[in-house]
């Protein structure tokens, strides 16, 4: 596709429900990137995907994170029994090569009530 | 953790003043790159300068980088009121060939 491209774009949930995030990312990118961001926050590394396999899961906050990439191309975020803590805007961007920077997607932004 | 660290948190000027914002690293760096983050949502990738460069250029924005002192400065000149934003630097490290490390922004406003 033409960016990077995220959903659902917002997403409220209860306390304890499973949610999925998905990220399509631009057609030939090999790297996929998923952040967390707080309200008025930097940005949270969470994973990392080179192709299908990822290499860093290193900033996955706990084991209800889960994330997994299809064909090279998709990628699904999941938590599950969700915390109020998980609220945030989570961030996917993908890139053709670390030198060329990122194009991040517009977010989804996940509240839990 | 966040090794990128912009100052200031924030700055508020009048339209049509330049605007300076200033990242601080800590480890050796690979590149230095600055984006634009409107509103909460995906951010834009503006300007990436290398190890080895000084200073780069494009549009409004010039951007340099002292890897003896491990910063760097982003400059926009003759701000708009388009350019409020949240800017951050990320840099990429040399011990690493694909995650960038990220500053906690700043946020900048412009006053018509």
């Known amino acids: 596709g033409a960016g990077v491209s995220q959903s659902p774009s917002n997403k409220v949930t209860e306390k304890g429900k499973d949610v999925e995030l998905r990220c399509d990312p631009i057609?030939?990118?090999?790297?996929l990137y998923w952040y967390r961001q707080s309200l008025g926050q930097g940005l949270e590394f969470l994973i990392y995907?080179?192709?299908?396999?990822?290499?860093?899961k290193s900033g996955l906050p706990s084991d209800r994170f889960s994330a997994e990439r299809t064909g090279g191309s998709v990628s699904t975020l999941t938590i599950q029994r969700t915390q109020q803590e998980d609220s945030a805007v989570y961030l996917c961007?993908?890139?053709?090569?670390?030198?060329?920077?990122?194009?991040f997607g517009s977010g989804t932004r996940l509240t839990v009530v | 953790s966040q090794q990128g660290e912009e100052d200031p948190q924030a700055l508020s000027i009048q339209e049509g003043e330049n605007a300076t914002m200033n990242c601080s690293y800590k480890?050796?760096?690979?590149?230095l790159q600055w984006y634009r983050q409107n509103s909460g949502r995906g951010l834009v990738h503006l300007i990436l300068?290398?190890?080895n460069e000084r200073e780069k250029h494009s549009g409004r924005l010039r951007v340099t980088l002292d890897t003896s002192k491990k910063s760097s400065s982003l400059l926009i000149t003759a701000s708009r009121a388009v350019d409020t934003a949240s800017y951050f630097c990320?840099?990429?490290?040399?011990?690493?060939?694909?995650?960038?490390?990220w500053g906690a922004g700043t946020k900048l406003i412009i006053k018509p």
């Open positions: 961007a993908s890139s053709s090569g670390f030198i060329d920077g990122y194009t």
């Open positions: 057609s030939g990118h090999t790297a």
């Open positions: 995907f080179q192709g299908n396999s990822a290499p860093d």
């Open positions: 480890t050796s760096i690979n590149n």
């Open positions: 300068i290398r190890s």
């Open positions: 990320a840099t990429g490290r040399m011990d690493s060939n694909y995650q960038l490390i």
